[in-house]
């Protein structure tokens, strides 16, 4: 699924080695959580895998494909193909309905607005929330919002999840509820990847990695 060599991301003219040679290589149906301090590059290195942002040096292919040479165009096509994102900040519309909010990514891509709305449904079901469709983010609780952000990020059908601190903002009910979902999710073949400065939460992913000082240190798999 992700494939990177050497992937480097310098900013400030070589000031700041945000990430540092990197090399990592993720299969499909996979979980796997990206640990270390606040600082470290997860976040860097989160919008590299999503094609958000562009290495400073290395090669990085998604589902075999390589992706230093493409265009802005086609990075973001590949992006909108195979990825699906789920920040800390939920970055629902308000006013919006749930159903709405969820069939947003489809929006963009010719989809009738019958079959946006089927597929948001089927994505907010997934996440539990089918009795909520016609809820505002304002008639929501934070978890629930957050769930919501993560059916707007599956009505695509991602083969990948990203999530950056995606229970960074909810209490810890709230977030051992999104970590069961994602437990489902990846029970059901979907590939994750979430990124986390909680270690102890990060032993519910099967795989683990550390990141420190922008590089990727050794790792410490399977201790669930
Ligand atoms: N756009 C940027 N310009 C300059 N420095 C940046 C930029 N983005 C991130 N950094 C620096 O890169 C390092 C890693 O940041 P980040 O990836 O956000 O870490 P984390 O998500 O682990 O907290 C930090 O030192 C941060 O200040
Ligand atoms: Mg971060």
Known sequence: MI??????????????????????????????AILGA???????????????????????????QP????????????SRAHIGFVFQSFSLVPGMDALENAALPLAFRGVSREKR?????????MVGLGARLHHTPEML???????VAIARALCTNPDLLLAD?????LDPRA??????LFDRLHADG???????????????????????EGKLCPEQENQR
């Open 67 to 78: 992706t230093s040479d493409l265009s802005a165009r086609n990075r973001a096509a590949l």
């Open 141 to 147: 609780s934070g978890g629930q919002q957050q769930r």
């Open 117 to 125: 709305l089927d597929c948001a449904a089927d994505a907010l079901c």
């Open 38 to 64: 606040s600082g470290s590059g997860k976040s860097t290195l989160m919008h590299l895998i999503g094609l958000l942002d562009r290495p400073t040096s290395g090669e990085y292919w998604l589902c075999g």
């Open 175 to 180: 977030a051992r509820e999104i970590l069961d």
């Open 3 to 32: 494939r990177m060599e050497n992937i480097c991301k310098i900013y400030d003219r070589g000031r700041v080695r945000a990430v540092d040679k990197v090399n990592v290589t993720i299969a499909p149906g996979t979980y796997t």
């Open 190 to 212: 979907r590939t994750i990847v979430w990124i986390t400065h909680d270690q102890q939460a990060a032993k519910r992913a099967e795989r683990r990695i550390l990141m420190h």
């Open 165 to 169: 601190e995606p229970t960074g903002n």
